[in-house]
């Protein structure tokens, strides 16, 4: 197979779909692989690592879309991009479909089999080419977190982690999956004061035990969310329902009884947010105010550690990318339910039922292409 990846096109996304190492294990299956010029260079990964490894390198996106069989990405694509893909090619990318309702029209009319990289299972459960991003997510959000609330930034002014007679900051983390739990460690490792929500009473005991009551838990509801962004300085949403739109748990009303200055963090922006004034933002213009609560809304957090971020994600597509490439999307597909979970677009119909429910459009079981 002819696999190619281009150069990411969001806003500051220095990730890149292939490494070479990963490169290397294509083409010793024989398959051929091209890569836009520079491509991985924000990782710091240069073109001769990658001619190295056996890729082609070329000069324009144009022309890895015209001649690739498979294209591997990181963000989803941008508009121009779309335009470029064909009927029956494979795209291989983090795709968010349930909140861009004009994303997902696009694939529709492509033709294209795209398979999301959210979306695919694991036999052990949950999602394991998100798992990697949302631990970069999780362990960035503190980070970012407490430089927003410093005063330049439009802040309270708190240091995360106190000084001796100062009180250190009350951050609050809604969700307690891979993204929720790696924010906690982190800002506990800041020296915060820690409060974790969750809806799942095996996921809180489970909190409970790994950070030996050093963390608060307690049980996600309406109430509790309103109750607790009143005393916090730092809000983190890290909630998640695989394929579908965030709930909006922060509601404007509680927004406005927050205290002025605090910083709301939200990694679920890439699935519309879960605060109804959560809006994309990019690394270039991270922050807005909505009634003195500083957003962070970067829709592509991971790509600000970029080099790291790609490692990690490589290491969880490769055997994913791996199956594609040997047996072609519609064996592999039918060979693997866990791959099969990502297929959301496939020959113009939606084949994820989250996303077809979200933009009320038909839906058309993937097995249905496998014939």
């Given at each position: 197979m002819l696999v190619g990846a281009p150069k990411e096109t969001k806003d500051n996304e220095f990730r890149v779909g292939l490494t070479p190492a990963t490169v290397a294990e294509l083409t010793h299956r024989g398959h051929t692989v091209i890569i836009e010029k520079s491509a991985g260079v924000g990782s710091g990964?240069?073109?001769?690592?990658?001619?190295?490894?056996?890729?082609?390198?070329?000069?324009?996106?144009?022309?890895?879309?015209?001649?690739?069989e498979m294209v591997v990405k990181v963000k989803e694509l941008?508009?121009?991009?779309?335009?470029?893909?064909?009927?029956?090619?494979?795209?291989?990318?983090?795709?968010?479909?349930?909140?861009?309702?004009?994303?997902?029209q696009d694939l529709i009319s492509s033709g294209s089999a795209c398979i999301a990289y959210e979306t695919v299972t694991a036999s052990s459960g949950g999602l394991p080419l998100l798992t990697p991003m949302s631990e970069v997510a999780g362990r960035l959000a503190p980070q970012v977190g407490a430089h927003a609330l410093e005063k330049e930034s439009g802040g309270r002014g708190v240091l995360l982690g106190g000084v001796p007679g100062a009180p250190v900051a009350d951050v609050l983390i809604i969700g307690g999956g891979i993204a929720g739990t790696n924010a906690a460690m982190i800002a506990?490792?800041?020296?915060?004061?820690?409060?974790l929500l969750d809806q799942s009473l095996d996921v809180l005991r489970r909190l409970a035990t790994q950070f030996g009551g050093h963390v608060r838990t307690i049980f996600s509801t309406r109430a509790a969310i309103a109750d607790l962004v009143t005393k916090a300085d730092l809000v983190i949403g890290a909630v998640l329902v695989p394929g579908a739109s965030a709930p909006k748990l922060i509601t404007r009303t509680m927004l406005k009884t927050m205290k002025q200055g605090s910083v709301f963090v939200d990694i679920a922006i890439d699935?519309?947010?879960?605060?109804?004034?959560?809006?994309?933002?990019?690394?270039?213009?991270?922050?807005?105010?909505?009634?003195g609560v500083v957003h962070y809304c970067v829709a592509n957090m991971p790509g600000a550690v970029a080099r790291t971020s790609t490692f990690a994600l490589n290491n969880a597509t490769l055997p994913f990318t791996l199956q594609l490439a040997d047996k072609g999307w519609r064996q592999a597909l039918k060979d693997?339910?866990?791959?099969?979970n990502g297929l959301n677009v496939c020959g113009g119909k939606i084949t994820c039922k989250p996303v077809a429910e979200e933009h009320g459009l038909g839906f058309t079981p993937a097995e249905a292409f496998l014939d």
């Amino acid at each position: 197979m002819l696999v190619g990846a281009p150069k990411e096109t969001k806003d500051n996304e220095f990730r890149v779909g292939l490494t070479p190492a990963t490169v290397a294990e294509l083409t010793h299956r024989g398959h051929t692989v091209i890569i836009e010029k520079s491509a991985g260079v924000g990782s710091g990964l240069m073109d001769d690592e990658y001619a190295n490894a056996g890729a082609e390198i070329v000069d324009t996106p144009q022309e890895i879309f015209a001649r690739a069989e498979m294209v591997v990405k990181v963000k989803e694509l941008q508009a121009a991009e779309r335009t470029m893909l064909r009927r029956g090619q494979i795209l291989f990318a983090y795709l968010h479909l349930a909140p861009d309702l004009v994303q997902t029209q696009d694939l529709i009319s492509s033709g294209s089999a795209c398979i999301a990289y959210e979306t695919v299972t694991a036999s052990s459960g949950g999602l394991p080419l998100l798992t990697p991003m949302s631990e970069v997510a999780g362990r960035l959000a503190p980070q970012v977190g407490a430089h927003a609330l410093e005063k330049e930034s439009g802040g309270r002014g708190v240091l995360l982690g106190g000084v001796p007679g100062a009180p250190v900051a009350d951050v609050l983390i809604i969700g307690g999956g891979i993204a929720g739990t790696n924010a906690a460690m982190i800002a506990l490792g800041m020296g915060a004061q820690v409060t974790l929500l969750d809806q799942s009473l095996d996921v809180l005991r489970r909190l409970a035990t790994q950070f030996g009551g050093h963390v608060r838990t307690i049980f996600s509801t309406r109430a509790a969310i309103a109750d607790l962004v009143t005393k916090a300085d730092l809000v983190i949403g890290a909630v998640l329902v695989p394929g579908a739109s965030a709930p909006k748990l922060i509601t404007r009303t509680m927004l406005k009884t927050m205290k002025q200055g605090s910083v709301f963090v939200d990694i679920a922006i890439d699935q519309g947010g879960c605060a109804e004034t959560s809006r994309p933002t990019t690394h270039s213009n991270p922050t807005f105010v909505v009634d003195g609560v500083v957003h962070y809304c970067v829709a592509n957090m991971p790509g600000a550690v970029a080099r790291t971020s790609t490692f990690a994600l490589n290491n969880a597509t490769l055997p994913f990318t791996l199956q594609l490439a040997d047996k072609g999307w519609r064996q592999a597909l039918k060979d693997d339910i866990h791959l099969r979970n990502g297929l959301n677009v496939c020959g113009g119909k939606i084949t994820c039922k989250p996303v077809a429910e979200e933009h009320g459009l038909g839906f058309t079981p993937a097995e249905a292409f496998l014939d």
